[in-house]
């Protein structure tokens, strides 16, 4: 909550897409590292399960809460003179700093599950990243079909700045397609060069 009555906003497709790209590197070298431990079950076996941890992950995370977030995006309000907007880099830099020991010991997971099951658990790391970004992408569809940004409240966030759908999320805010320093779906925005 910012000072005088004031509300801050962060972008709803930046918290998603956050973990994405941590979750995916991560996931493809702990799946690089995993490749090279035999395992119990064997290389030619971890991948294979691995690829379908892989593909199960990414259709669950793109597809999970769905309903709510077109709930939110339907009932939205247009943010007032007094909302600030959050920065890309500060709402990707606070979810980062808030699920670092979540990423680590995923991390860590992934490494150990490949004495068992080489790279599968990297694969799954990967494929929930994966999942983020087309969740992200699809938000961002729906920005561009509404001609609208879909913000939240920052104070409605989780404590470790994510949860953009949580149950504490009451409604989401919106503001015109150009607003912010985010492009649709929570990409950088690309700037112009002027002619």
């Not at 970004?133 to 729906?142: E, P, T, V």
């Not at 409605?156 to 607003?179: D, E, F, H, M, Q």
Request: charged letters at 15%.
């Amino acid at each position: 909550m910012a000072r005088g009555g004031q509300v801050g906003l962060a972008r709803v497709a930046v918290v998603v897409r956050a973990g994405a790209a941590p979750l995916w590197w991560l996931g493809v070298f702990a799946a690089g590292i995993g490749v090279l431990v035999p395992g119990l079950t064997g290389r030619r076996i971890g991948v294979l399960a691995g690829a379908a941890l892989f593909i199960v992950a990414t259709a669950v995370v793109a597809r999970v809460r769905r309903r709510r977030y077109t709930a939110l995006a339907g009932s939205a309000a247009r943010a007032g003179k007094h909302d600030v907007l959050q920065d890309r880099g500060v709402t990707v830099r606070n979810w980062r700093r808030g699920h670092r020991w979540w990423l680590l010991l995923a991390f860590l997971a992934a490494l150990g599950s490949a004495f068992a099951v080489p790279a599968a658990g990297g694969m799954l790391l990967a494929g929930c990243g994966a999942g983020l970004w087309l969740k992200s992408a699809w938000i961002g569809r729906r920005e561009q079909s509404g001609d609208a940004l879909l913000w939240v409240r920052v104070d409605w966030l989780a404590g470790n700045a994510g949860r953009p759908a949580g149950k504490a999320v009451k409604a989401y805010r919106s503001t015109g397609i150009a607003a912010g320093d985010a492009a649709p779906g929570g990409a950088r925005r690309k700037t112009v060069a002027a002619v």
